[in-house]
C-alpha cells in the first residue's frame, strides 16, 4: 500500500518561512507528479505547486517568487519551501502523488497557520 506522511507545519508570524516535507512509502514508488494542495476553511481545496519527474515545477500565482517544490529522490521525499508567508497562506496543507497509470495519493495534511 501506498502511504505519503507529510510534516513540518506549524504557528509562524508572517514573513517568517516553513518547510514542509511529504515522505512516500514504499520507497522505490514512483509518482509522475507530486504536488501540495492546500485547504482553507470554509474554501476549496486548491492546488499550490507541483513538479513532475522531470523536474518541470507549477505554482500558483499567489505564491509565486515565495514557495518552492523540490523531490529529494534518495529519500523518497518531496519538499515545499515556504517564504515570507502571508496570513492568506493558513491552510492544511496536503501532499498528493499521480501514478503513472493514473492513481491518486493523499497524505493526510499538515496544518500551516501564519499569523498577523
Known amino acids: 500500500q501506498v502511504q505519503l506522511v507529510e510534516s513540518g507545519g506549524g504557528l509562524v508570524q508572517a514573513g517568517e518561512s516553513l518547510r514542509l516535507s511529504c515522505v512516500v512509502s514504499p520507497n522505490n514508488f514512483g509518482f509522475s507528479i507530486m504536488g501540495w494542495y492546500r485547504q482553507a476553511p470554509g474554501k476549496q481545496r486548491e492546488l499550490v505547486a507541483s513538479i513532475t519527474r522531470g523536474g518541470v515545477t507549477n505554482y500558483v500565482d499567489a505564491v509565486k517568487g515565495r514557495f518552492a517544490i523540490s523531490r529529494e529522490y534518495a529519500r523518497n521525499t518531496v519538499y515545499l519551501q515556504m517564504n515570507s508567508l502571508k496570513p492568506e497562506d493558513t491552510a492544511v496543507y496536503y501532499c498528493?502523488?499521480?501514478?503513472?497509470?493514473?492513481?491518486?495519493?493523499w497524505g493526510q495534511g499538515t496544518q500551516v497557520t501564519v499569523s498577523s
Open positions: 498528493n502523488g499521480q501514478a503513472p497509470w493514473g492513481s491518486t495519493y
